[in-house]
């Protein structure tokens, strides 16, 4: 990767220069202990220290401003923290409403024992229909079979008149983004099935595509849309004036990104991480999955703020050409630490050589239905009140059937049978010391009637309305005669598929923008020539690759149902 890269990285400069006991001097120094450190120690360290830093200059494009704060008032820095603090809590009570659906959501799905309704006398059934998770799963096994092939997710066209050289960048464009997404990136099927089967459930998701320095490689990640926190009045994060993504993250990985320049040198103070405030969604998913927190020594966790917003910012304004400050606010990327107010990092974001300085927006969102704002719409929001009355009238059944098959009611206090406390078993004749009159008196048995007909009728007319919403194909297909015409039946299958199709466009619209937005960072920040090895065959591709001359495109067809 680029020298200034590498440069910041303590892998990279230990790697090429440092001498190996040099990450213990480092820990030294950390721990406040520098006095310590031995002439030629010091020496040493210098060296690193000025090779770490030689590119956080305040004029470098990718330098953390923060450092500087020469040249920006340090008070600022301090009302900045508690700024973003503020408008974070702003934005997360601007959509109350919305997690609160996302939590209806997962509860429809019946994976947690926390249920909606359902009766409160002892025995109550509590299941849940499993009308949603079934679309969810249908709809993951189909997508990610068309989206993510075996041979790779990534395909390229090329732009423009075709010729040799063109159809050789094409291809070797082609070969090294799924060889990216196979093996540099191993995480990255992992997140795009958790993405497919999350998207039909709440109807917005996101992929973050960004260069991570310190894994010295491009990646691309799913975000969990609960953590991804957008103001009330935003309809794209291109256009809103901020968005913020929520992460926490231990000591140990803040010192590795302090060390490597990524972060501002500030104290660390750890805080207890069960004190730390969870999302009502967070604590939802952690219920379904069975987890809950127990805090190990030094298992401390601290949660970021990385926020995308407009700043003027002090020192770092936007000047004309004859150097007068506009008073526009420019794109800006600030990290904080949320507990400890501080701030962590500054950096501009757009690109180096754009004179508009117009915002990069490394996020990908992704829509299962188009909704009438800036989130998508969902199975939760279309078919959420029939999975819930599917699972009410569900229950009803259930419930019925119980009292039907296991009669109750009511005992006269007079009655004195030993040993009829407990209940009968089945094939159990139990001899009782009172007589056969004395015995039928003392009970009075409740007229339960059985499982009601029209109950039965009921969920399985609810359970069709959802399974049309849902499979629109298979229902309207199903329709059809066996022995009807040909012609008929494909008409009712192109209709049917119109509903799935569309959805799948839209997923295909945002991988394409997802594959985009990777192509274009590894423009930015390969080597010139990579030269990169499959099985059976040694390859290359070269930085200059990722131009205008191809375009990458997903594998799967967009008209595909």
């Known amino acids: ?36 450190l031995t002439a030629e120690e010091y020496d040493e360290y210098s060296v690193y220290e000025n090779e770490i830093y030689s590119s956080q200059n305040p004029d470098d494009h990718n330098a953390n401003l923060a450092d500087h704060v020469e040249r920006i008032d340090n008070s600022y820095i301090n009302r900045l923290a508690n700024d973003i603090k503020e408008w974070v809590d702003n934005d997360l009570n601007s959509r109350k409403d919305w997690m609160a659906k996302e939590v209806r959501g997962i509860r429809l799905l019946g994976l947690s024992d926390k249920t909606i309704g359902g009766g409160s006398f002892k025995g109550a059934s509590k299941v849940t229909h499993p009308l949603l998770i079934e679309a969810c799963t249908q709809f993951q096994a189909r997508a990610i079979a068309e989206i993510w092939p075996s041979d790779g997710p990534v395909n390229t066209i090329i732009v423009g008149k075709i010729d040799d050289e063109k159809e050789q960048q094409a291809l070797r464009v082609k070969n090294y983004m799924n060889y990216q997404y196979g093996k540099q990136m191993p995480d990255a099927f992992e997140d795009e099935d958790k993405m497919l089967f999350r998207l039909p459930l709440s109807g917005s998701c996101f992929k973050k595509t960004f260069y991570n320095p310190m894994e010295d490689m491009v990646v691309s990640r799913f975000v969990e849309s609960s953590v991804m926190i957008v103001p009330y009045a935003a309809t794209s994060l291109k256009t809103a004036v901020r968005y913020t993504e929520k992460f926490d993250e231990s000591a140990n990985e803040t010192l590795k990104k302090m060390a490597a320049g990524i972060y501002r040198d500030v104290p660390i103070r750890t805080t207890d991480y069960s004190n730390n405030e969870k999302t009502i969604v967070e604590e939802e998913i952690d219920d379904t999955q069975g987890k809950e927190f127990v805090q190990y020594e030094g298992d401390h966790l601290s949660t970021r703020y990385e926020c995308y917003c407009n700043l003027d910012l002090p020192g770092f304004e936007d000047i004309t050409e004859d150097g007068e400050v506009t008073g526009i606010s420019l794109p800006f990327v600030v990290t904080i630490d949320y507990d400890n107010e ?51 009238a569900l229950r009803s059944l259930l419930d019925a059937a119980g009292f039907a098959n296991t009669k109750g009611g009511y005992k006269t206090r007079d009655a004195r049978i030993t040993g009829g406390d407990s209940p009968i078993g089945m094939g159990e004749w139990r001899e009782v010391d009172t007589t056969a009159d004395d015995l039928k008196s003392a009970f009075f048995a409740l007229p339960y009637d059985e499982p009601s007909k029209t109950m039965f009728e009921l969920l399985g007319m609810l359970d069709d309305l959802g ?60 080597p010139d020539d990579y030269p990169y090895s499959v099985p059976g065959k040694d390859l290359y591709i070269l930085s200059k690759d990722f131009d205008d001359r191809v375009d990458v495109i997903p594998i799967s067809d967009p008209n595909s149902i």
Do not use: C
């Open 467 to 526: 399974r049309r919403f849902a499979s629109t194909t298979e229902a309207m297909v199903g329709e059809a005669s066996n022995n009807g015409p040909v012609g008929t039946t494909l008409a009712l299958i192109e209709q049917g598929s119109k509903v799935s199709s569309a959805i799948h466009k839209r997923l295909h619209h945002s991988t394409a923008h997802e594959f985009n937005l990777l192509a274009e960072l590894n423009g930015e920040y390969l």
């Open 1 to 36: 990767m680029r020298d200034k890269i590498v440069e910041r990285s303590i892998e990279g400069a230990v790697d090429q220069k440092e001498p190996p006991d040099i990450k213990g001097i480092i820990s030294i120094v950390k721990e406040g202990g520098k006095e310590l």
């Open 342 to 392: 501080d701030v962590l990092a500054i950096r501009r974001n757009w690109k180096q050589h754009d004179r508009k300085k117009s915002r990069r927006v490394y996020y990908t969102h992704y829509r299962f239905l188009p909704g009438l704002g800036f989130y998508g719409y969902g199975l939760t929001h279309a078919i959420g009140g029939l999975a819930e009355s599917a699972t009410g």
